[in-house]
């Protein structure tokens, strides 16, 4: 029994489709496929979102284009049969939704909404697969993996979520189930996301509830490689990473794996395999338990659109604790994702991912106890393994805002 995770670009049009059929009728056994929205779907679906919240009527020219994409797929896949009945229900519901005046909170709109983008996706593949004669079985997910109502970044029951995933998929009926990443419900069905690129998180949610044999991840690159290759050349290959590593890369925001992806997997002692689509039959990348030391390359992740903002105290007070504590919660309240923290006396530095945010209406409730200072489109340069010589090419000729420095880890924020 195994798990296949597919992310946008696998499925971003219908020869993609096509291919991703191909890897999934290559294994014999049981298999769980989790497949993400197709293309930049998600990212259509969010300027939808704005769009639909602020009662801007460009929500129905951002509509059409989402459901014109993926009309194009449909009609490339199912020529004249046209649209899957399945499919069409779910445009019909999304105009619907988008005929409803929306509530108050953001968050929300925003679970309601993006989910579409997977719901659609898997619907065009399931019934893809059916027209193929190959038997499958549709799951929307949001009936079997629960959580909270921290809406945009929901926390996950496990233990109900663990026995409601057992229940669905058991194999009875059929030995390939395909369903959605990113997406959840609450005890009352409404609709939530794991955070954005949660579809990792589903394939080891689902994973380690099954306690399969492994969970591969297919991606547009032969495995996990020593930098991104769009943006660094000379990349090495890495055949293997132990799950420390692996959480390290993730969590100084390596985009190769989602970060919460690697504690279910570890608990349960479940390989995570990065694999390519392109090239389906190299080995790729294997996370795994090692209890042997490996020798690894300088690894580079680069985390670009950070802002740097620095807080001081209006009254010269030196910072605290309490200070800390505050301004956290209050991002935390607030959503942004908090890369970097660095603190003097008296200034409180913090790096975060919030490039859209207006953030001087966000600060505004701290500024009558803080001074506050921010510079915009920074990078977030960590470097796993670092040598003195990497050190001094990353940085000739940069401007470096903040630098720490640990035994196997660098980090630099600086302005390209």
Same mark, same amino acid.
């Given at each position: 029994?195994?798990?296949?995770?597919?992310?946008?670009?696998?499925?971003?049009?219908?020869?993609?489709?096509?291919?991703?059929?191909?890897?999934?009728?290559?294994?014999?056994?049981?298999?769980?496929?989790?497949?993400?929205?197709?293309?930049?779907?998600?990212? /259509?679906?969010?300027?939808?979102?704005?769009?639909?919240? *602020?009662?801007?009527? %460009?929500?129905?020219?951002?509509?059409? *284009?989402?459901?014109?994409?993926?009309?194009? #797929?449909?009609?490339?896949?199912?020529?004249?049969?046209?649209?899957?009945?399945?499919?069409?229900?779910?445009?019909?519901?999304?105009?619907?939704?988008? *005929?409803?005046?929306?509530?108050?909170?953001? *968050?929300?709109?925003? &679970?309601?909404?993006?989910?579409?983008?997977?719901?659609?996706?898997?619907?065009?593949?399931? &019934?893809?697969?059916?027209? =193929?004669?190959?038997?499958?079985?549709?799951?929307?997910?949001?009936?079997?993996?629960?959580?909270?109502?921290?809406?945009?970044?929901?926390?996950?029951?496990?233990?109900?979520?663990?026995?409601?995933? $057992?229940?669905?998929?058991?194999?009875?009926?059929?030995? @390939?189930? #395909?369903?959605?990443?990113?997406?959840?419900?609450?005890?009352?069905? /409404?609709?939530?996301? @794991?955070? $954005?690129?949660?579809?990792?998180?589903?394939?080891?949610?689902?994973?380690?509830?099954?306690?399969?044999?492994?969970?591969?991840?297919?991606?547009?690159?032969?495995?996990?490689?020593?930098?991104?290759?769009?943006?660094?050349?000379?990349?090495?290959?890495?055949?293997? @990473?132990?799950?420390?590593?692996?959480?390290?890369?993730?969590?100084?925001?390596?985009?190769?794996?989602?970060?919460? =992806?690697?504690?279910?997997?570890?608990?349960?002692?479940?390989?995570?395999?990065?694999?390519?689509?392109?090239?389906?039959?190299?080995?790729?990348?294997?996370?795994?338990?090692?209890?042997?030391?490996?020798?690894?390359?300088?690894?580079?992740?680069?985390?670009?659109?950070? !802002?740097?903002?620095?807080?001081?105290?209006?009254?010269?007070?030196?910072?605290? #604790?309490?200070?800390?504590?505050?301004?956290?919660?209050?991002?935390?309240?607030?959503?942004?994702?908090?890369?970097?923290?660095?603190?003097?006396?008296? &200034?409180?530095?913090? !790096?975060?991912?919030?490039?859209?945010?207006?953030?001087?209406?966000?600060?505004?409730?701290?500024?009558?106890?803080?001074?506050? $200072?921010?510079?915009?489109?920074? =990078?977030?340069?960590?470097?796993?393994?670092?040598? %003195?010589?990497?050190?001094?090419?990353?940085?000739?000729?940069?401007?470096?805002?903040?630098?720490?420095?640990?035994?196997?880890?660098? $980090?630099? @924020?600086?302005?390209?």
């Amino acid at each position: 029994m195994k798990v296949y995770k597919f992310g946008g670009a696998s499925v971003k049009d219908a020869a993609a489709v096509k291919n991703v059929f191909e890897i999934i009728k290559s294994e014999n056994g049981n298999l769980s496929v989790v497949i993400s929205a197709m293309g930049k779907s998600t990212d /259509l679906l969010e300027t939808l979102i704005k769009a639909y919240y *602020n009662s801007n009527n %460009e929500k129905w020219t951002i509509f059409n *284009n989402f459901k014109n994409y993926h009309i194009e #797929i449909i009609g490339d896949l199912f020529g004249e049969k046209g649209m899957p009945q399945g499919v069409y229900e779910l445009f019909s519901d999304l105009e619907h939704k988008l *005929n409803s005046r929306p509530s108050y909170d953001f *968050n929300f709109e925003y &679970d309601q909404i993006i989910c579409y983008g997977e719901l659609i996706s898997t619907r065009i593949v399931s &019934d893809y697969i059916t027209a =193929t004669g190959y038997k499958n079985k549709w799951i929307d997910i949001r009936t079997c993996l629960k959580t909270d109502d921290t809406f945009r970044d929901a926390h996950v029951d496990w233990e109900w979520t663990g026995e409601l995933i $057992r229940e669905e998929f058991n194999f009875s009926d059929t030995s @390939l189930y #395909i369903t959605q990443g990113f997406i959840g419900s609450t005890t009352t069905n /409404l609709t939530t996301t @794991l955070g $954005r690129e949660g579809s990792d998180f589903t394939a080891a949610i689902i994973g380690s509830s099954l306690k399969v044999e492994s969970v591969s991840i297919w991606k547009d690159v032969p495995g996990v490689l020593s930098a991104d290759p769009k943006k660094m050349s000379d990349t090495v290959m890495i055949n293997e @990473l132990s799950y420390k590593e692996a959480v390290e890369m993730t969590h100084s925001g390596a985009k190769v794996i989602h970060p919460k =992806t690697m504690q279910p997997l570890h608990n349960q002692g479940i390989p995570l395999l990065v694999k390519s689509f392109v090239e389906p039959k190299n080995p790729g990348t294997v996370i795994h338990k090692i209890d042997h030391k490996i020798e690894l390359p300088p690894i580079f992740i680069l985390k670009e659109n950070q !802002v740097l903002i620095t807080l001081s105290a209006l009254d010269f007070s030196i910072i605290s #604790i309490s200070d800390i504590e505050r301004v956290v919660n209050f991002l935390m309240e607030k959503l942004i994702k908090v890369t970097l923290m660095q603190q003097s006396a008296i &200034d409180l530095n913090i !790096v975060a991912d919030a490039s859209d945010e207006n953030l001087e209406d966000i600060f505004s409730e701290l500024s009558g106890d803080y001074k506050i $200072r921010y510079n915009t489109d920074l =990078t977030l340069v960590t470097i796993r393994h670092y040598t %003195e010589e990497v050190l001094d090419w990353m940085v000739k000729e940069k401007d470096i805002y903040l630098e720490q420095h640990s035994r196997l880890t660098a $980090r630099m @924020l600086i302005k390209e």
